[in-house]
Nanobody, 115 residues
C-alpha cells in the first residue's frame, strides 16, 4: 500500500498550489479519501474529504471556499486545489484513505505560505 503526496512548496500569501496523491496497492475506488494537515506544534487536523465515488465532499470551515478536493478513480489519484493561501495554511499535508477496517496515510508534503 502506498500513498505518495506531491505538489507542496513555498508560495506567497494569496497564491495557489495543487497537491496530488497517488495511491497504489488497495482498491482505491471504494475508499473515502481525505486531506489532513499538521502545523508545527499543533495536532493533525482535517482539511477535506471526498466520497468513494466523488459525489460528496466536505471541508473544514477554515478552508471552505478556498480549497477544492477532487479524485480520479481511473488514475487512482486525489488532488487538493488550494487558492488564496494564507500563512495559517502552512503545514505538512497528508493524504488519507479510509474504509471500514482500513486506514492508510501518506508521508506528507510540506506547504509553506510566506512572503
Amino acid at each position: 500500500v502506498q500513498l505518495v503526496e506531491s505538489g507542496g512548496g513555498l508560495v506567497q500569501p494569496g497564491g495557489s498550489l495543487r497537491l496530488s496523491c497517488a495511491a497504489s496497492g488497495f482498491p482505491f475506488s471504494i475508499y473515502v479519501m481525505s486531506w489532513y494537515r499538521q502545523a508545527p506544534g499543533k495536532e493533525r487536523e482535517f482539511v477535506a474529504r471526498i466520497s468513494s465515488g466523488g459525489g460528496s465532499t466536505q471541508y473544514a470551515d477554515s478552508v471552505k471556499g478556498r480549497f477544492t478536493i477532487s479524485r480520479d478513480n481511473t488514475k487512482n489519484t486525489v488532488a487538493l486545489q488550494m487558492n488564496s493561501l494564507k500563512p495559517g495554511d502552512t503545514a505538512v499535508y497528508y493524504c488519507n484513505g479510509w474504509t471500514i477496517g482500513f486506514d492508510y496515510w501518506g508521508q506528507g508534503t510540506q506547504v509553506t505560505v510566506s512572503s
